[in-house]
């Protein structure tokens, strides 16, 4: 929970945001659409406190810091889900009895409490290490995330502290330690801060002084700070180029970064999240066969649509008012078949386009096919 800062909080909120404002539908069994339903009602407001966007995020939050995401589905006395409520992953454990999950235990403040499996939408993402238990994609990334985390911290320090770290002032004289003390404090109050940062300041009595680590240059920090940033987006599955600088990338290459990204980042999450409603919540409304989607996030491509559209048309597999419809034009009275060339029939077609030409057949002795095949093989 801690880790929800620096590149990961970037891109846990990136995600969560694009989660949270795609659709989520309700179909029955034919596949058509249900327009209403409790289920909408449901998920419209989580709870009191839980708009139906914020729960979306809420759910891909904790899912990709933790792992792990609880939710209390609270019931009618019909048993049906009225209300939704998050169970912190921190609080939540679950219990396993003969290979399976038995109940969840969630301590609220000193108090346990026992929710039976039945009451909890459990979502995680796999932990190979524990089939009962979550793992997160910043964990896959740890030591970049240690590191990123390192890195803002002394770069907070610096700025906080004002003076370069390990910054020492030297002199020759063996000055008392309360003359010491002064000193510093003067030096400190003077100079140290971000609001005395680039003051001009004077040492007199052959003061000087030194830095004795390495400065922020050296260290290339900010180089550093890229690097961890591809690292941790790499866990994401995040094009960096949507976390940094994304002026410096063409709109094409953009687009097709947005398009990648959603088919690798969002579309799976999408999925996990509606097999557990359709699992797990969907059949205690006991309607058969119904099933929940999210609209697919994935951007047309639109280069290969064209492409597409102009190959239809030059290999005449589609006339041309249907790709007018799908503009949303009128159709045009000579595009109701595809446009052929006079020069262009099928084999069995013949001249006058609508009987079937008679081809003679010829049949040939062993010696005339003999000379045919030969004189093929010349040819060829």
Not at 337 to 366: C, Q, Y
Request: aromatic share 10%; charged share 25%.
């Amino acid at each position: 929970m801690n880790a929800y800062q620096g590149w990961v909080g970037d891109c846990v909120s990136l995600i969560a945001e694009r989660i949270a404002s795609i659709p989520l539908r309700l179909y029955d069994k034919n596949d058509e659409l249900i327009i209403e339903h409790p289920f909408y009602d449901l998920i419209k407001h989580f709870n009191p406190d839980t708009t139906q966007f914020m729960g979306k995020e809420f759910i891909s939050t904790y899912q990709d810091l933790t792992g792990e995401c609880y939710v209390l589905m609270a019931k009618d006395g019909l048993n049906i889900p009225r209300e939704l409520y998050f169970r912190s992953p921190a609080r939540t454990t679950p219990k396993v009895k003969d290979g399976i999950i038995a109940n969840y235990k969630y301590l609220e403040g000193a108090k346990e409490i026992t929710y039976p499996r039945e009451d909890i939408l459990f979502f995680k993402y796999p932990n190979p290490s524990d089939p009962f238990r979550g793992s997160s994609p910043v964990q896959r990334k740890a030591w970049a995330y240690d590191t990123d985390l390192y890195n803002m911290i002394y770069q907070r320090n610096v700025f906080k502290n004002g003076v370069h770290l390990k910054q020492v002032l030297m002199t020759e004289a063996n000055p008392e330690q309360e003359q010491i003390d002064k000193i510093l404090d003067i030096f400190n109050s003077t100079f140290g801060g971000i609001e005395n940062t680039s003051k001009t300041g004077l040492l007199t009595g052959g003061t000087k002084i030194e830095t004795v680590g390495a400065s922020n240059k050296d260290m290339q920090f900010m180089l550093l700070a890229k690097w961890t940033m591809q690292q941790i987006a790499s866990a994401y599955h995040i094009p960096p180029q949507k976390l940094s600088h994304p002026e410096q990338t063409n709109l094409a290459n953009m687009k097709a970064l947005d398009v990648s990204w959603n088919r690798e980042c969002i579309l799976p999450r999408l999925v996990r999240i509606a097999e557990i409603f359709n699992n797990f919540l969907i059949p205690y409304y006991k309607e058969k066969g119904i099933y929940c989607k999210f609209d697919n996030p994935v951007p047309a491509d639109d280069e290969f649509l064209l492409k597409q559209r102009e190959s239809d048309l030059k290999n005449f597999v589609v006339p041309i008012n249907e790709l007018r419809a799908k503009d949303g034009l009128d159709d045009v009275p000579w595009g109701d078949k595809p446009l052929v060339p006079m020069n262009v029939m099928p084999l069995a077609v013949g001249d006058n386009g609508s009987e079937k030409s008679k081809v003679p057949m010829i049949k040939l002795s062993p010696e005339k096919m003999e000379e045919f095949t030969e004189g093929l093989r010349e040819a060829i």
